[in-house]
Protein backbone atom coordinates (compact mmCIF):
# COMPACT_ATOMS: atom_id res chain seq x y z
CA UNK A 1 0.00 0.00 0.00
CA UNK A 2 1.23 3.61 -0.67
CA UNK A 3 0.31 7.50 0.29
CA UNK A 4 -0.63 9.50 -2.43
CA UNK A 5 -2.49 12.70 -3.41
CA UNK A 6 -4.81 12.67 -6.76
CA UNK A 7 -3.50 14.74 -9.22
CA UNK A 8 -5.22 14.19 -12.26
CA UNK A 9 -8.21 11.84 -14.21
CA UNK A 10 -7.49 9.24 -16.80
CA UNK A 11 -10.12 8.80 -19.47
CA UNK A 12 -9.99 6.13 -22.09
CA UNK A 13 -13.13 5.79 -24.87
CA UNK A 14 -11.42 2.58 -25.49
CA UNK A 15 -11.69 -0.31 -23.56
CA UNK A 16 -12.40 -3.62 -22.58
CA UNK A 17 -16.18 -4.56 -21.01
CA UNK A 18 -14.21 -5.37 -17.28
CA UNK A 19 -13.39 -1.46 -16.78
CA UNK A 20 -16.68 0.11 -18.18
CA UNK A 21 -17.90 2.82 -15.84
CA UNK A 22 -14.75 2.55 -13.96
CA UNK A 23 -13.06 5.99 -13.05
CA UNK A 24 -9.25 5.94 -13.05
CA UNK A 25 -6.96 8.59 -11.49
CA UNK A 26 -3.08 9.58 -11.56
CA UNK A 27 -1.98 9.46 -8.35
CA UNK A 28 1.64 10.48 -7.40
CA UNK A 29 3.80 9.40 -4.52
CA UNK A 30 6.47 9.88 -2.99
CA UNK A 31 8.37 6.66 -5.62
CA UNK A 32 6.74 8.15 -8.64
CA UNK A 33 2.73 8.18 -9.94
CA UNK A 34 0.49 5.32 -10.69
CA UNK A 35 -2.73 5.49 -12.20
CA UNK A 36 -5.32 3.53 -10.20
CA UNK A 37 -9.03 2.55 -10.36
CA UNK A 38 -11.01 4.86 -8.43
CA UNK A 39 -13.10 2.70 -5.51
CA UNK A 40 -13.64 5.53 -3.35
CA UNK A 41 -15.33 8.15 -5.48
CA UNK A 42 -12.08 10.61 -4.60
CA UNK A 43 -11.61 13.90 -6.49
CA UNK A 44 -8.52 15.96 -7.55
CA UNK A 45 -6.39 17.06 -4.72
CA UNK A 46 -7.59 14.40 -2.33
CA UNK A 47 -4.64 12.19 -0.19
CA UNK A 48 -5.62 8.76 -0.52
CA UNK A 49 -4.74 4.95 0.34
CA UNK A 50 -3.45 2.97 -2.90
CA UNK A 51 -3.45 -0.79 -2.64
CA UNK A 52 -1.23 -2.67 -5.32
CA UNK A 53 -1.02 -6.28 -6.44
CA UNK A 54 -4.05 -8.47 -5.68
CA UNK A 55 -5.50 -6.27 -3.62
CA UNK A 56 -6.70 -3.90 -6.23
CA UNK A 57 -9.26 -6.39 -6.98
CA UNK A 58 -10.81 -6.79 -3.59
CA UNK A 59 -14.58 -7.06 -3.59
CA UNK A 60 -14.44 -7.39 -7.93
CA UNK A 61 -11.76 -10.09 -8.58
CA UNK A 62 -13.00 -9.39 -12.51
CA UNK A 63 -11.45 -6.28 -12.76
CA UNK A 64 -8.82 -6.44 -14.03
CA UNK A 65 -6.05 -3.86 -12.45
CA UNK A 66 -2.92 -3.70 -9.64
CA UNK A 67 -3.40 -0.45 -8.43
CA UNK A 68 -6.59 1.33 -6.66
CA UNK A 69 -7.76 3.91 -4.55
CA UNK A 70 -9.49 2.26 -1.13
CA UNK A 71 -9.59 5.31 1.08
CA UNK A 72 -9.58 9.22 1.35
CA UNK A 73 -7.57 10.11 4.13
CA UNK A 74 -8.21 11.97 7.05
CA UNK A 75 -5.30 12.68 8.44
CA UNK A 76 -1.74 10.00 8.71
CA UNK A 77 1.02 10.57 11.18
CA UNK A 78 5.26 9.52 11.11
CA UNK A 79 6.66 7.57 14.33
CA UNK A 80 7.64 10.61 15.86
CA UNK A 81 3.79 11.16 15.73
CA UNK A 82 4.22 14.60 13.35
CA UNK A 83 1.61 15.07 10.66
CA UNK A 84 2.58 13.35 7.46
CA UNK A 85 2.65 16.13 4.63
CA UNK A 86 1.02 14.47 1.82
CA UNK A 87 2.70 15.15 -1.73
Known amino acids: MLLGKVT ?3 WATRK ?10 EITYSGGVVVAADLV ?3 LGDPVLVTLGSGARAGNTQLPVDAAVVAILDDSSTKRGEAHVHP
Request: net charge neutral.
Open 8 to 10: GAV
Open 16 to 25: CEALRGQTFL
Open 41 to 43: GAG
